[in-house]
Nanobody
């Protein structure tokens, strides 16, 4: 499974960005797609996830500001990020979990920088 992420960039605090991640190459359904982020010196952390059943979960730090969504026809996951804060600055990675293969796949990461 290959994941191609896009949409990162530089934005001022209070602004918005939308990340996209397109999955390809899987002959099995993708069970869960998610976004993680990693800041320098910190561990990678879960930002948001959506299962194939439509259940979503969010890190407390982004609840009410970020929205994850999936286009199942396009095998694409999105992360709408609003009211961005400087502490949201990180490299954002998309992740796909395929239950039939019991395997996890990662995209290449996209940089999000929020200036104060």
């Amino acid at each position: 499974v290959q994941l191609q992420a896009s949409g990162g960039g530089l934005v001022q605090a209070g602004g918005s960005l939308r990340l996209s991640c397109a999955a390809s190459g899987s002959i099995y359904p993708i069970t869960t797609m998610a976004w993680y982020r990693q800041s320098p010196g910190k561990q990678r952390e879960l930002v948001a996830a959506e299962t194939s059943g439509g259940s979503t979960s969010y890190a407390d730090a982004v609840k009410g500001r970020f929205t994850i969504s999936r286009d199942y026809a396009k095998n694409t996951v999105y992360l709408q990020m609003d009211v961005l804060k400087p502490e949201d600055t990180a490299v954002y990675y998309c992740m796909a979990y395929v239950h039939d293969l019991m395997d996890t796949y990662w995209g290449q990461g996209t940089q999000v920088t929020v200036s104060s």
